[in-house]
């Protein structure tokens, strides 16, 4: 690592590798705490994978490059640290085109209960589908209602967690079995199916009936955010949001430092 050009402490009681959003919120916390603070970043910008662009020429919008979308981020941390940045809700959240008897059709998640309903039933051919989409994310609304307030709490026992939940079937589905097999089970339209395994397996290598079990940490990771599962896009991209996270760090007195990759 080169020498910090003029280091503000000789020694830091916490050095963090990293100045992604985790390790921006790690700083404002420890600095907050009273602590010294190095933030080592490789990179000549903070942000990591959440990060803002202005991709349009002459065009003084900015946009996300990356990760896009904020769910997981507790309101209790933008408080706590006193963040500015805002998100707008999404009225679509996914249009997946598809092809059926030679026919060019899709699936419409969104844009309003109504048209969501009439894109399954013009896909599907009836409200099965529907009826049982409403059902199972009716279930996942509740379950994070339970787990969101656990990620910023210490984290709770197996057994705790599943009191918590209350919900034997629930609880099967989403903690013991692989995923997989719930979809199955509630699905019938090979699309539909495909949709709701996206958010647990995108970004994994595992399968709907992985014994790992991976694919169900993604799944909920898509769907406790903010109690709801609610997906917000922030207004100037990601990259607003780690501005304003290394602007909380900064100003509990951490230091952070560009360009410098630990080693
Ligand atoms: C294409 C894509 C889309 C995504 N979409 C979303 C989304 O919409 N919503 C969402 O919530 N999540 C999304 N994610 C996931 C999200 O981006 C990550 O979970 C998040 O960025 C992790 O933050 P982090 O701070 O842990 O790490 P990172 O963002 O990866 O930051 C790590 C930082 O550490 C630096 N670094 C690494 N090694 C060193 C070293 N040796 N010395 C100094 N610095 C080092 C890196 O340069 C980087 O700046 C997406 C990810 C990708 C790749």
Same mark, same amino acid.
């Given at each position: 690592?080169?020498?910090?050009?003029?280091?503000?402490?000789?020694?830091?009681?916490?050095?963090?590798?990293?100045?992604?959003?985790?390790? +921006?919120?790690?700083?404002?916390?420890?600095?907050?705490?009273?602590?010294?603070? =190095?933030?080592?970043?490789?990179?000549?910008?903070?942000?990591?994978?959440?990060?803002?662009?202005?991709?349009?020429?002459?065009?003084?919008?900015?946009?996300?490059?990356?990760?896009? +979308?904020?769910?997981? +981020?507790?309101?209790?941390?933008?408080?706590?640290?006193?963040?500015?940045?805002?998100?707008?809700?999404?009225?679509?959240?996914?249009?997946?085109?598809?092809?059926?008897?030679?026919?060019?059709?899709?699936? =419409?998640?969104?844009?309003?209960?109504?048209?969501?309903?009439?894109?399954?039933?013009?896909?599907?051919?009836?409200?099965?589908?529907?009826?049982? /989409?409403?059902?199972?994310?009716?279930?996942?609304?509740?379950?994070?209602?339970?787990?969101?307030?656990?990620?910023?709490?210490?984290?709770?026992?197996?057994?705790?967690?599943?009191?918590?939940?209350?919900?034997?079937?629930? /609880?099967?589905?989403?903690?013991?079995?692989?995923?997989?097999?719930?979809?199955?089970?509630?699905?019938?339209?090979? +699309?539909?199916?495909?949709?709701?395994?996206?958010?647990?397996?995108?970004?994994?290598?595992?399968?709907?009936?992985?014994?790992?079990?991976?694919?169900?940490?993604?799944?909920?990771?898509?769907?406790?955010?903010?109690?709801?599962?609610? /997906?917000?896009?922030?207004?100037?991209?990601?990259?607003?949001?780690?501005?304003?996270?290394?602007?909380?760090?900064?100003?509990?007195?951490?230091?952070?430092?560009?360009?410098?990759?630990?080693?």
């Amino acid at each position: 690592m080169p020498a910090l050009a003029s280091p503000a402490h000789a020694s830091y009681d916490a050095v963090i590798v990293g100045g992604g959003h985790n390790g +921006l919120v790690a700083a404002a916390y420890l600095a907050r705490a009273g602590r010294t603070v =190095l933030v080592l970043e490789r990179l000549g910008h903070t942000g990591g994978a959440a990060v803002s662009t202005r991709p349009f020429a002459g065009v003084d919008a900015r946009l996300s490059r990356y990760s896009y +979308l904020v769910s997981l +981020l507790p309101r209790k941390i933008v408080d706590e640290l006193g963040l500015r940045f805002a998100v707008r809700k999404r009225t679509v959240s996914s249009y997946t085109p598809a092809e059926r008897g030679g026919r060019a059709t899709g699936l =419409l998640v969104g844009g309003g209960a109504d048209r969501t309903r009439e894109s399954f039933a013009a896909l599907t051919g009836g409200d099965a589908e529907y009826a049982a /989409w409403q059902e199972f994310y009716a279930t996942t609304l509740r379950v994070a209602e339970r787990v969101f307030p656990t990620l910023t709490e210490p984290l709770p026992e197996r057994a705790e967690l599943r009191a918590r939940i209350d919900d034997e079937a629930a /609880w099967r589905m989403l903690f013991e079995e692989p995923i997989g097999a719930a979809i199955e089970e509630r699905f019938a339209d090979d +699309l539909v199916r495909g949709v709701v395994l996206t958010d647990a397996l995108i970004g994994t290598f595992a399968d709907a009936h992985d014994p790992s079990l991976l694919q169900n940490r993604c799944f909920l990771y898509h769907v406790v955010g903010g109690g709801t599962g609610d /997906w917000d896009v922030p207004v100037g991209g990601m990259g607003a949001l780690t501005d304003a996270l290394a602007d909380a760090a900064r100003a509990a007195g951490a230091e952070i430092v560009t360009g410098h990759e630990a080693t």
